[in-house]
């Protein structure tokens, strides 16, 4: 107990006021007074007194709350006397210490569960009374009863603020609040920005990271079915702000919002180059409307993740995600994926099938790996973590054969042969496990860090959401800031010198047509390809590492058509020629990739502005300008290493203009010139 507190301790009755106070009785009529009191002299204008005056009830609250503040405890309203507007009106009112009275016995019911809920009060007796008083003509409160006798601990300054009574969110701190919710940071993060702005050390806010969670997830709490009418409005009004913006919806047998899909003009743009891989993340709900949130997901030529858009469910069954998946299609014009990676959904599984049946469905690593803790974690005990170190040797190898053998190992190794979650994993194998996938394109999608970085692109999503309404809104806005952080990181990319390593004039080439997310991985495999050997078959070439004597890879190159591939189907997993097809076209005096293995996915000169009210369409001619564009930059590259090149280069496309310039132009082909080069440049 404070020092302060401890004098503070009085009671005083005015006697003139033969009334009584009992905390527990909640009628507005009181009992004859307790004749002892106890009369104390202290000079402190902070400390209520018998006679105090007020000129309203209201601002006899603020002063006792201030002076429980100081003391240690906070008050809070008890009885009245009288009423407003009736007969004399309001003339008494008590204010009591916060753990005054008992807590009530609640009547138990069966079948409405019971909050257990702890109380704090206590059946402490201080209070301050004030009685209504017109002896002047003109109305006042005057303090009639006071009493400071606390039959608990007072709190110290550095406790005290905690109490609800002192946790308060002024009006300008929750538009503060609500804005930075719509930006998609954490409460912590809200927290620490409201620290530094109001200049006060971590903790001293007079709130709570708890309290923003209340404020935000009121603003949550509405009428479901007039939430729904407000989201449906406010897409309305974004399509008719935009024309490119996209949504679809269905509604019930009572006409109230069951599901609803929607995606922007940028992400239908985005989906028109990186929409061959796609993760479908149906993992989350919308807390607040109990809603199932599924948000498909892509990897742009920058190797950062791209929104393609958002729908939300009212049950997450066959019907549902048919429909989700029929509405995804349709706004990127019937265009399905190669491939779409999910959770372990049979129902979702299911619905791929129906609506997507030359779409290869696999199953997302990074969620099943989540689950790992609470399914092996307490059967391995100590070995999990090496049990670990081994699930992810098996899930990277090259065939299907050492998947298997390695497998049966496994179990055999920490006698998993009876866990049901190792037979789930087995059996949907072909869903996961690398060697069963190689064949099919999935932009890296499937690597740890990409994993990482996908799903903290989602988390920004569900953590932008305040009202349902405006959750499209919000949703936009994360879009927008990541757009904006992506460009800056292209940038960074773009600014950032090249390092060659080898000096092959392939890895040069790369260089200059691919970004460098895309020319790192290559790199990477020229680098290796160094230490391979190859040796020309009958039907092709063996690859495999100098130290080896057997096994390798199979390459089938045909030099006059440009093709060359490979068992290992790196270039149909990721994009990006393997190193036993680079060692190939090295030995075989190649000093530029093929054209058709620098695909148009991973080249620089492809990057989209996050514009959302721009949409392009897309056809041959379009994707003919990108391709001369990647042509004129490799051009404006190779001219510039010497003068006999440059003028050899000038002279050539002095001609060239001058036999272009004679052909005829269309306005259509002017029009989608100009759209390309905004979208481009």
């Known amino acids: 107990m404070s020092e302060e507190a401890g004098h503070m301790l009085l009671v005083y009755e005015d006697p003139s006021d033969h009334r009584s106070i009992s905390l527990d009785d909640t009628s507005s009529t009181e009992e004859s007074p307790d004749e002892t009191r106890l009369a104390l002299e202290i000079a402190n204008d902070a400390i209520p007194y018998i006679g105090q005056r007020f000129s309203t009830h209201d601002a006899a609250y603020e002063f006792y709350s201030e002076f429980a503040k100081r003391c240690g405890f906070s008050i809070r309203r008890h009885r009245t006397e009288g009423k407003d507007g009736v007969g004399k009106g309001l003339t008494r009112r008590y204010f009591v210490c916060h753990r005054a009275g008992n807590t009530p016995v609640k009547t138990s019911n069966e079948n409405k569960p019971q909050r257990n809920r702890k109380s704090s009060r206590c059946g402490c007796q201080a209070y301050m009374r004030i009685s209504k008083s017109t002896e002047l003509g003109v109305p006042e409160w005057l303090v009639t009863g006071f009493a400071n006798h606390h039959n608990h601990e007072l709190l110290e300054p550095n406790q005290v603020r905690f109490l609800p009574a002192y946790r308060t969110i002024s009006e300008s701190d929750k538009n503060r609040i609500l804005m930075f919710a719509k930006t998609g940071i954490s409460v912590q993060q809200m927290m620490r920005l409201l620290e530094l702005e109001k200049c006060v050390e971590p903790g001293y806010l007079p709130f709570t990271e708890k309290d923003v969670r209340n404020l935000l997830q009121s603003f949550r709490k509405v009428d479901p079915e007039g939430e729904s009418i407000d989201l449906l409005k406010m897409c309305r009004n974004i399509k008719d702000k935009d024309p490119n913006f996209k949504f679809e919806f269905t509604l019930d047998s009572n006409g109230r919002l069951e599901n609803i899909a929607w995606s922007y003009a940028s992400s239908i743009e985005s989906y028109e180059f990186f929409g061959d891989a796609v993760v479908f993340d149906t993992t989350h709900r919308l807390a607040a409307f109990d809603m199932p949130l599924g948000i498909w997901v892509g990897m742009n030529n920058y190797g950062m993740p791209c929104f393609f858009g958002c729908v939300l469910l009212r049950e997450e069954n066959l019907r549902s995600f048919s429909w989700a998946l029929k509405a995804f299609s349709g706004f990127m014009n019937g265009k399905a994926p190669q491939t779409i990676l999910t959770d372990q959904n049979m129902c979702l599984k299911e619905a791929i099938g129906m609506e997507m049946p030359t779409t290869k469905h696999a199953l997302c690593i990074w969620l099943i790996v989540a689950k790992f803790p609470s399914w092996f974690n307490a059967v391995l005990g100590e070995r999990y973590t090496d049990w670990k170190v081994e699930f992810y040797r098996l899930y990277n190898l090259e065939t299907i054969e050492d998947f298997e053998l390695g497998w049966r190992d496994m179990v055999n190794s920490f006698g998993l042969h009876t866990n049901r979650h190792i037979a789930s994993l087995y059996a949907l194998r072909t869903l996961w496990a690398l060697p069963y996938l190689r064949s099919h394109f999935f932009a890296g999608m499937t690597t740890p860090g990409q994993s990482k970085s996908i799903n ?53 080439h790369a260089a200059s047509v691919f970004t460098p997310y895309a020319f790192t991985k290559l790199q990477e495999q020229l680098v290796m390809a160094a230490h391979y050997a190859s040796y020309q078959m009958e039907d092709g070439f063996l690859v495999r590492h100098h130290t080896k004597l057997e096994g390798g890879r199979k390459v089938y190159w045909v030099p006059r058509e440009g093709i060359i591939s490979c068992s290992c189907h790196q270039f149909d997993f990721s994009g990006i020629l393997c190193r036993h097809a680079l060692r190939v076209l090295s030995t075989g005096n190649c000093f530029q990739i093929p054209e058709r293995y620098l695909p148009i996915r991973w080249r620089r000169r492809i990057s989209i502005p996050p514009n959302r009210h721009l949409q392009l369409p897309r056809n041959d001619h379009t994707e003919g300008i990108q391709l001369l564009q990647s042509m004129v930059s490799t051009l404006v590259t190779e001219s510039s290493k010497s003068k006999e090149r440059l003028d050899l280069a000038t002279e050539q496309v002095s001609v060239l203009l001058s036999q272009i310039r004679e052909q005829p132009v269309s306005t259509h082909g002017l029009r989608e010139l100009s759209s390309t080069h905004r979208s481009l440049t």
């Open 456 to 508: 903290a692109f989602i988390q920004r999503f569900l953590s932008a959401q305040t009202r349902l309404a405006h959750f499209v809104e919000q949703v936009a806005v994360a879009v927008d800031f990541k757009d904006q952080a992506g460009e800056q990181q292209t940038m960074q990319q773009n600014i950032q010198n090249i390092s060659l390593k080898t000096g092959a004039p392939m890895e040069s």
